[in-house]
């Protein structure tokens, strides 16, 4: 039997652009009239997708669409999706902060959130005072708080101004300290927006390490938004990806961001080929004109078996000595797997060049790569094109897909000799 700690059932969030409220009082009186009678809202017919990229024809938008998802004890759920996708939204009527628009929410325990630097603070308060404020709105009492006190300041780094009113404090050291309240006085669901981001380097590691231990030896539940692809990876067991405010993947982390990092795909027949704007990718001296992924298969995606061929077509409009391309094989959290470059060429005249490189069978692991290329003259970038192009390593076993999970983003066939030992 699961054990599922929060059930979210139908959920949809409308709101009504350009002003506050829930619209003219025409619009307020037909909602009332409607409910009296025991019909539905008229205005949950109508309203647009949530696309920030788009006007839209209604002044309704729904951030939200039927949203249905469960999360189970001790699982750290990572949401992730782009800009507007409705990621904050959701995680404020998880934390009760707002009420769906339609739908149902069940909780199987005591809920903390980190949704904006200073969110629940009182910035009148001491620190130490703010403290024992989130402690009684969690529902501890004065003598379990005191216990954990300690351990709470020790861990924001913030003894210094614990008796300093927190208006006073950076947004970094208020979330330090808004995320060791709500780690250490154990609430059995955290979430956590963005907000994270806010802290340095060392708080991040620390933070991402707490939530470990909480979710795995304390058996908390944790919810998790970020944009940051390596921390979502490193902490999140399970992804839900958002788009235009409804749920488009919800399953195994690294499935998860591989759909995210695919969300900005517009060719079905996909990363491939790679074909712009020389307006933009280009400049008076180099242009990019073509990047072609080469593989025996015409799917969209390569299977670890099979050998690649980069082939990259330019121009070049200057004669130039000393010139290099340099191509950099990154991981969705920006990794560099693999660094090449072609052989320094002395002197090149102007005109138009292919290079090509070969990725052999059995290297790269099955995971989603994005090349980066650098066009160089004596070791000065001329032009740099980031995430040229995605692509996609499948493992086929026996023509099946194989769905676990190998370490690292490379793995070659390395031929192992080993003898066996005689014991005289």
């Known amino acids: 039997m699961k054990d599922i700690i929060l059930k979210a059932e139908n ?13 003219t009082l025409s619009h307020d009186l037909n909602r009332w009239w409607h409910q009296v009678r025991g019909k539905e809202n008229p205005y949950l017919k109508i309203g647009d997708t949530n696309d920030r990229s788009t006007k839209g024809e209604s002044d309704y938008v729904w951030a939200l669409q039927d949203i249905n998802f469960e999360v189970e004890r001790g699982e750290v759920l990572g949401i992730i999706g782009k800009n507007g996708a409705g990621k904050s939204t959701l995680l404020k009527i998880l ?3 707002t009420a769906p628009t339609t739908g149902t929410i069940k909780f199987g325990g005591r809920v903390a959130s980190l949704l904006e630097v200073g969110t629940g603070f009182n910035g009148e308060m001491t620190g130490r005072e703010n403290i024992y404020l989130n402690g009684a709105i969690l529902g501890m009492t004065k003598k379990e708080i005191a216990s954990k006190i300690d351990e709470i ?14 208006k006073r404090y950076s947004s970094g050291m208020t979330v330090r300290l808004a995320f060791a309240v709500a780690a250490f006085l154990e609430p059995e669901i955290l979430i956590i927006d963005e907000v994270l981001a806010v802290g340095d380097a060392e708080f991040q590691k ?6 470990q231990d909480i979710s795995r030896s304390g058996g908390r539940t944790v919810l998790f938004v970020s944009h940051n692809m390596a921390a979502v990876q490193s902490l ?6 958002l788009e235009n405010g409804r749920i488009v993947f919800d399953g195994v982390i690294e499935e998860a961001i591989n759909r995210y990092m695919l969300l900005d795909e517009t060719d079905e027949s996909y990363p491939k080929t790679f074909d712009k704007d020389s307006s933009v990718f280009g400049n008076s001296i180099v242009r990019l004109n073509s990047v072609d992924i080469i593989s025996t298969l015409k799917e969209n995606f390569f299977t670890i078996k099979e050998k690649l061929n980069i082939r990259i077509d330019f121009s070049t409009f200057k004669d130039i000595e000393n010139f290099n391309l340099a191509i950099n094989f990154k991981s969705f959290t920006d990794d560099v797997i693999i660094f090449s470059q072609i052989t320094p060429v002395k002197f090149s005249e102007k005109g138009g060049y292919v290079s090509e490189l070969v990725i052999p069978e059995n290297f790269l692991n099955s995971k989603m790569y994005t090349i980066d290329l650098h066009f160089v003259c004596n070791n000065t970038s001329l032009l740099t094109i980031n995430n040229v192009v995605n692509f996609e390593m499948v493992d086929f076993r026996d023509g099946i897909n194989y769905y676990g999970v190998w370490a690292g983003y490379v793995r070659p066939n390395l031929k192992f000799d080993f003898d066996r030992k005689l014991n005289n």
């Open 11 to 23: 959920i949809s969030k409308q709101y009504r652009l350009g002003q506050v409220g829930t619209g």
């Open 95 to 97: 934390s009760r902060v």
């Open 153 to 166: 300041i020790d861990f924001s780094g913030c003894e210094r101004y614990i008796d300093t009113p927190v």
């Open 206 to 211: 620390k933070a991402i390490g707490k939530m």
């Open 236 to 241: 999140c067991t399970r992804g839900i990806v």
